[in-house]
């Protein structure tokens, strides 16, 4: 009986742990991280398609791959993406305890789980990754728990099936979205899933001695905990973190929560500034308050097009919101054209499906709508812009539509990736209506010390 109650005592202390840990990635990730998230989801596009499903599946690894890519599209909600990595990273922990009693050892059966932890800090970390390791303790499982009899001719048909479904050890068919790097963390975990195991199985004598094996439980979990929350905390990456929440807001037109968020901590860095310059130009606030936050210099309105994925993003939102709909489209589409693992953007098709609907092309972006329809989150609002195209009414009483149709220039001319005052003028002078593009061009003036062009644009503002 006593021996009984020191184990149930054991189970719910182990139990405990293994919420603790899971609770602790689910707040992580949710409060602190959530724009990683973010970012992970809009650089995908998963489609209910049965082609995209066997150009994933028929390569190595695919089945990891399209797992991840599947769990990916949920972070467009950070804390229902939260909650996927919290069950994913639990699970793993939960496989190495039924790999081997850890015992006195516990504390070591988190390591795997760590580790994945530490690697999906990096924004390119992808979570086909962590599907893998899954996937390959969940064979090993299989394996150590199957029959002595036949064991062997099961292990020789489960390792092919394994290759197809995880890729090769060293070489994973979709771990990051840079192909040159090594993702070590992750092979860290994966080797550490096989190893410890072993090692723990090879001195099972002393591990499973119950003579103060609750205090060695504690002291090897908190030892292991601490060890990795130093880690995680040098490795977070906050400053990145920041970034992608002003690109989010961005994103998401959250002029109001940006004013809150810079009013409270001033960005400091590019696209932080670029988002900051827009909202108070959405609220008719920039001219007014431009020297009130860090500025840098001309690039804080309008930088030059970067040949990347990121940056892009937010510099294409002025665009857009300024009328430029031709040169938001071309630079959305490099953005998307610029991701390293060749995928498609949820979000780069649903801009690209706005601007072509806004200069007329109907039938590209019935292209867009097409794909974005079998999709999950984007199926709604694909739906409801289709019955948009063509409909020349419907978009000149559309408030954005619109709107930006009646700003866009009038003529075409060439663009070579740096915002001019001419085109500003031209943009407002075509259309004075147009309030955002005579905002800019007054912080425009203001920042070069064109006095002349801003009192002139004073003159014809008021006298119109």
Request: proline share 3%.
């Amino acid at each position: 009986m006593k021996g009984s109650l020191f184990r149930c005592s054991l189970f719910t202390i182990k139990a405990l742990y293994t919420l603790l840990f899971g609770v602790a990635v689910f707040l992580f990730f949710g409060l602190a991280y959530p724009h990683h998230l973010h970012y992970q989801e809009q650089y995908q596009l998963f489609l209910f398609d049965s082609t995209y499903v066997w150009e994933i599946i028929r390569l190595p690894g695919g089945v990891a791959d399209l797992l991840g890519r599947f769990c990916t599209q949920f972070f467009l909600f950070a804390w229902v993406g939260a909650a996927i990595v919290a069950v994913l990273l639990v699970v793993v922990q939960l496989l190495m305890l039924r790999l081997v009693s850890f015992g006195r050892l516990f504390g070591l059966s988190f390591v795997p789980s760590f580790l994945l932890w530490l690697f999906l800090l990096d924004e390119n970390a992808l979570l086909g990754g962590v599907w893998a390791v899954l996937l390959t303790l969940l064979a090993i499982w299989s394996l150590v728990h199957h029959p002595p009899k036949g064991r062997g001719f099961v292990i020789l048909v489960t390792i092919p099936i394994l290759y197809w479904m995880v890729g090769p050890a060293w070489n994973g068919s979709h771990y990051h979205r840079y192909p040159t790097v090594v993702p070590v963390l992750l092979y860290a975990a994966w080797l550490s899933a096989i190893i410890l195991p072993l090692a723990v199985h090879a001195c099972k004598k002393w591990a499973n001695d119950t003579r103060f094996s609750t205090l060695f439980s504690h002291l090897s979990f908190l030892l292991v905990a601490f060890c990795m929350g130093l880690l995680l905390w040098k490795n977070a990456n906050f400053k990145a973190e920041r970034v992608m929440q002003y690109d989010f807001m961005a994103r998401h037109q959250q002029w109001n929560r940006i004013l809150s968020t810079i009013k409270a901590e001033k960005p400091n860095n590019q696209i932080g500034v670029t988002v900051q310059n827009l909202a108070l130009a959405m609220r008719g606030m920039l001219a007014d308050h431009l020297f009130e936050y860090h500025q840098n210099g001309i690039a804080g309105l309008l930088p030059d097009v970067e040949r990347d994925a990121t940056s892009p993003l937010p510099t294409s939102e002025v665009f857009y919101q300024l009328g430029m709909v031709y040169v938001a489209q071309r630079t959305v589409f490099e953005a998307q054209e610029a991701i390293l693992d060749f995928q498609k953007s949820g979000r780069c098709y649903k801009r690209l499906a706005q601007t072509n609907l806004i200069i007329g092309h109907y039938e590209v972006a019935r292209k867009y709508l097409t794909a974005l329809q079998k999709t999950l989150f984007y199926r709604e609002w694909a739906k409801e812009t289709m019955s948009l195209l063509g409909n020349e009414e419907a978009i000149a009483k559309h408030p954005e539509y619109g709107r930006l149709r009646q700003w866009a220039y009038a003529e075409d001319f060439y663009f070579s990736d740096h915002v001019t005052p001419e085109m500003l003028e031209d943009l407002f002078f075509s259309n004075t209506d147009n309030r955002l593009a005579f905002e800019y061009l007054k912080a425009y003036y203001m920042l070069t010390g064109d006095r002349k062009r801003y009192t002139n644009l004073l003159l014809h503002s008021v006298s119109r």
